[in-house]
Each structure stands twice: as C-alpha cells, then as structure tokens.
T-cell receptor
Framework: ETGVTQTPRHLVMGMTNKKSLKCEQH?????MYWYKQSAKKPLELMFV???????ENNSVPSRFSPECPNSSHLFLHLHTLQPEDSALYLC????????????FGPGTRLTVL | AQKITQTQPGMFVQEKEAVTLDCTYD???????LFWYKQPSSGEMIFLIY??????QNATEGRYSLNFQKARKSANLVISASQLGDSAMYFC??????????????FGTGTRLLVSP
C-alpha cells in the first residue's frame, strides 16, 4: 500500500448505529487530518493531529469522535449521526502541520438514513 | 469574507488545448502558500502544484503551471495540452502564516473542468 488509504470507501448507516472510519498513511508523516466535504460547500477541516496529539478541533459535534493511536493511523468514530452528516469524509497527512503539503486519501462516502 | 475565490463553477476545453482556471485569494499575512488539487469522480484529492508567497518564479509541474500574480492576489492554474483524464473538479487552497502553530489550509469551492474529444 502506498500513500493514504481509507476504509471503508462507502458506508450507509442508520441514525442509531455506531461505526468507525479508518485512515492509514504510509508516507512517514507526523500530522493527520479529517475533512468533511458536503455538496456545494468548500472542504471543512474537522480535526488535526500532530504526533498523535490533537491540535485542532474545529467546533465539530460530539457525535464525531477522533482517535489517533499512532502517527500512521487515524480513526473517526461515529454515533447517533444525522442525515445532514451525509458527506465525503477525507483523511489527509503531511510531514508537519506548519508548512508541508497535505496528501489525501480516497475518502469515505457516508450516507446516513 | 471568503479567503479563496474560484469564480468559474464549470469550464469546458477541447482535448489538446490549454485552459486556465482562476483563483483569487485574500490575506494580509506576508507568508502564505497556494495549492491546487484535482478531485476526480473517485473522490481522492490529488495534489498538483504549490506556490510559496516568496517564490520569485511561477511554479511548474509537467503540464501544470501556476500563474502567480502577487499584486493582484491571483494564482491561476494553467493546464497545457488538455487530456480526457483531466476532467475533474479542481480546488485552489491557501495556507497562511508562519511560526510554530498549526497552519490551516483553506479551500475554494472548486471548478469543474470537462475535456471533450
């Protein structure tokens, strides 16, 4: 595997379900990010981790819970989501959070019924 | 106020021709970086090109070049010799600031490019 991978690629869940999105980067980077991409809106930054510590939480509802167990893996735990949470969730990584280019994964297309 | 503006929701170009995708930005910070990403229908955001605010020359990467006009605060992407595989959404993004803190990447709303045979 190379670059940034995300699983699953597609997810359909009910509002009462609990699910997790997984991201893995194979680039040796120290920073990882979660973004949300909704139709006709710019990409929204959700969370940033640097060396496994959260450095940014962009006013995201508590029904989204991130976890970064090590610098290569990032999870987004989902529970009691709303239909408006349906979107493409993109993970990215960079060498650091200050100056470096971010490289993205293919995204998870989430549909909340 | 919007920091990144992409005024072209959609653009059409014929194969083998060049196309320019517009991007203007707004910042008062002297140190910033400008990026272009391509997003095919598969969803992945693919990094194309980067321009630093202090770079003297326009960035180029293969068929991609960035027309950086600092005084006008514009960072247009030029794709030469368009190919069918260039059909995708294109996003302009800006990173502001210098220092030890986290530097946020702000994206525009994107331009959809369609390349016809």
């Amino acid at each position: 595997e190379t670059g940034v991978t995300q699983t699953p690629r597609h997810l359909v869940m009910g509002m009462t379900n609990k699910k997790s999105l997984k991201c893995e980067q194979h680039l040796g980077h120290n920073a990882m990010y979660w973004y949300k991409q909704s139709a006709k809106k710019p990409l929204e930054l959700m969370f940033v981790y640097s060396l496994e510590e959260r450095v940014e939480n962009n006013s995201v509802p508590s029904r989204f819970s991130p976890e970064c167990p090590n610098s290569s893996h990032l999870f987004l735990h989902l529970h009691t989501l709303q239909p408006e949470d349906s979107a493409l969730y993109l993970c990215a990584s960079s060498q650091d959070t200050r100056t470096d280019t971010q490289y993205f994964g293919p995204g998870t297309r989430l549909t909340v019924l | 106020a919007q920091k990144i503006t992409q005024t072209q929701p959609g653009m059409f170009v014929q194969e083998k021709e060049a196309v320019t995708l517009d991007c203007t930005y707004d910042t008062s910070d002297p140190s910033y970086g400008l990026f272009w990403y391509k997003q095919p229908s598969s969803g992945e955001m693919i990094f194309l090109i980067y321009q630093g605010s202090y770079d003297q020359q326009n960035a180029t990467e293969g068929r991609y070049s960035l027309n950086f006009q600092k005084a006008r605060k514009s960072a247009n992407l030029v794709i030469s010799a368009s190919q069918l595989g260039d059909s995708a959404m294109y996003f302009c993004a800006m990173r502001e600031g210098r220092g030890t803190g986290f530097q946020k990447l702000v994206f525009g709303t994107g331009t959809r490019l369609l390349v016809s045979p």
